[in-house]
C-alpha cells in the first residue's frame, strides 16, 4: 500500500556538484494540509487507542516511519 501522505520531487543535478545526487527526495505532508476542517461525524478511535497514536480522529493520524530500517 502506498502512503497517501508521501510526495516526491525531482532537485536539480548541477554538473559541479561534489557530493553524488540525490536523484529523487521524498517528505511527508501533514494530514490537516488535505483536509483543511474537520467534517462532522469523523470516526473516533477509543480512548486508550487515542492516547496511543496521539490523536482521537484517525483521519489526522500519520504514522512516523524510520528510514533506518
Known amino acids: 500500500m502506498v502512503n497517501p501522505q508521501l510526495r516526491a520531487y525531482r532537485p ?3 554538473p559541479f556538484d561534489p557530493c553524488p545526487p540525490v536523484r529523487v527526495k521524498t ?3 501533514p494530514p ?3 483536509m483543511p476542517w474537520q467534517p462532522p461525524d469523523l470516526p473516533q478511535f477509543t480512548p ?3 492516547l496511543k497514536y496521539g490523536t482521537l480522529w484517525p483521519a489526522y493520524f500519520s504514522p512516523y516511519e ?3 530500517c
Open 48 to 50: 486508550c487507542e487515542a
Open 27 to 29: 517528505y511527508i505532508i
Open 12 to 14: 536539480f543535478i548541477g
Open 32 to 34: 490537516n494540509l488535505t
Open 66 to 68: 524510520s528510514r533506518r
